[in-house]
């Protein structure tokens, strides 16, 4: 029978090896969230985590961090009661990390999860959301970046005073780098009057991840937060300063699109600058002048 292992924030569960490992499969972690929303008055809410190893496995665990929210050990059995402050809270994915006998490593995660404290929120239609496929991706840059094509369109120049007028059409323009399709389109939606904050964040994401798509290879588009941060996490070009910004950048969305928090000028000036040292960070360096006598 595969031990079962409470969350301890550290290591667990040692036995003895295997000549063949199990299949990766057989590593299980599960996470639950006893209620959505909790209201002010009842008792507060609990997280559930396990993990399952076949034997001769380690497993390393780890207690997702939200400000404002403190996990307290309930039981021996791996559950943790959440308090805090009355709000809406995203609770990030809940990770571990298996070992097998032959050196093997197995990576799991379960979540995000979504809690409204006290309050009145959007918790259970997160909830519904975070475990669905994710959304086609958001047409506003592709409509930002046609826009701004259309106004560079080649046009017909008409030679002088000859009697047959001859035409030719000028050359499209060169297409538009990452950084200027992302900086235009972002500059392009901030001048409209008619949109809220909830569009604004809608599309500041959705380019934001476009421009990642492009610079870097991976699908930002159809990732989690958290898959976009991990990723960026490897990339030689962002330092931590800049990985913040990233993630603040993100997890400001994400707040204002599904939680309906946050917004104002104010935010999105702070945002403008997160993106912009983001981009900076990421543009490729120019090329080399030639020396004297290369050819």
């Known amino acids: 029978m595969s031990p079962r292992l409470p969350l301890l924030l550290a290591l667990a569960a040692c036995?003895?090896?295997?000549?063949?490992?199990?299949?990766?499969?057989a590593v299980r972690l599960t996470a639950e969230l006893s209620d959505r929303a909790v209201t002010e008055g009842e008792?507060?809410?609990?997280?559930?985590?396990?993990?399952?190893?076949?034997?001769?496995?380690?497993?390393?665990?780890?207690?997702?961090?939200v400000?404002?929210?403190?996990?307290t050990p309930a039981d021996a059995e791996g559950r943790f009661t959440l308090?805090?402050?009355?709000?809406?809270?995203?609770?990030?994915?809940?990770?571990?990390?298996?070992k097998g006998p032959a050196g093997e490593v197995e990576t799991k995660s379960v979540g995000p999860f979504y809690l409204d404290l006290g309050v009145v929120g959007p918790s259970s239609a997160l909830e519904d959301l975070a475990l669905a496929p994710p959304p086609p991706p958001s047409p506003w840059p592709w409509v930002l970046g046609a826009l701004v094509v259309t106004g560079l369109v080649a046009a017909l120049v008409v030679w002088g005073n000859r009697k047959k007028a001859e035409a030719r059409v000028v050359p499209p323009p060169p297409p538009l780098s990452p950084e200027e399709e992302a900086l235009l389109a972002w500059a392009a939606l901030r001048a409209r009057a008619d949109l809220d904050d909830h569009a604004l964040a809608l599309g500041l994401s959705s380019i934001f991840r476009r421009y990642l798509e492009r610079v870097s290879g991976f699908p930002a588009t159809a990732l989690t937060t958290y898959e976009v941060?991990?990723?960026?996490?490897?990339?030689?070009r962002v330092n931590a300063a800049e990985h913040d910004r990233a993630q603040r950048l993100l997890d400001a969305t994400d707040l204002i699109k599904f939680a309906r928090s946050g917004g104002g000028a104010a935010l999105f000036d702070a945002l403008d600058a997160d993106l912009r040292a983001v981009i900076a960070a990421m543009r490729p360096a120019p090329a080399p002048k030639p020396e004297p006598g290369d050819v």
């Open 15 to 25: 036995g003895d090896r295997l000549a063949e490992a199990p299949a990766p499969d």
């Open 43 to 65: 008792p507060p809410p609990t997280l559930s985590i396990s993990l399952e190893l076949p034997e001769g496995w380690t497993g390393t665990l780890g207690l997702p961090a």
């Open 67 to 71: 400000e404002g929210l403190t996990f």
């Open 83 to 98: 308090e805090g402050e009355p709000g809406s809270y995203i609770i990030p994915p809940v990770t571990a990390e298996a």
């Open 229 to 236: 941060l991990d990723r960026l996490s490897l990339d030689h």
